[in-house]
């Protein structure tokens, strides 16, 4: 059974940080596209960041640019989210999520397996 599971979500004041954690079970990753995902109150799912665990290719949404940073130990089959600098509207539900292949997907339909979620909530 396949499972990944968030964990390091908290609550910070603004301009803190956080370091999220995604443990994946069931299966290696290291050959996949890994990435992070959020929604806030009463909005869509969107993309946060993306690596490709077998190149190290990474991609960023504007909004998180120079203030997160996206890493993986493929030995440790574990995905990791530093979030430097946080403001308010970074508050969400923080998703891990992982597709097959190399190429990095922006869309949260294209990928395959979810975590159950991670709440960060920064105070301003």
């Known amino acids: 059974q396949v499972q990944l599971v968030e964990s390091g979500g908290g609550l910070v004041q603004a301009g803190g940080s956080l370091r999220l954690s995604c443990a994946a079970s069931g299966r290696t990753f290291s050959n996949d596209v890994m990435g992070w995902f959020r929604q806030g109150p009463e909005k869509e799912r969107v993309f946060v960041a993306a690596?490709?665990?077998?190149?190290?290719?990474?991609h960023y949404a504007d909004s998180v640019k120079g203030r997160f940073t996206i890493s993986k130990d493929n030995a440790k089959n574990t995905l990791y989210l530093q979030m430097n600098n946080l403001k308010p509207e970074d508050s969400a539900v923080y998703y891990c999520?992982?597709?097959?292949?190399?190429?990095?997907?922006?869309?949260?339909?294209?990928?395959?397996?979810w975590g159950q979620g991670t709440q960060v909530t920064v105070s301003s």
């Open positions: 690596v490709s665990m077998s190149v190290s290719n990474t």
């Open positions: 999520a992982a597709r097959p292949g190399t190429d990095i997907a922006l869309l949260g339909t294209m990928y395959n397996y």
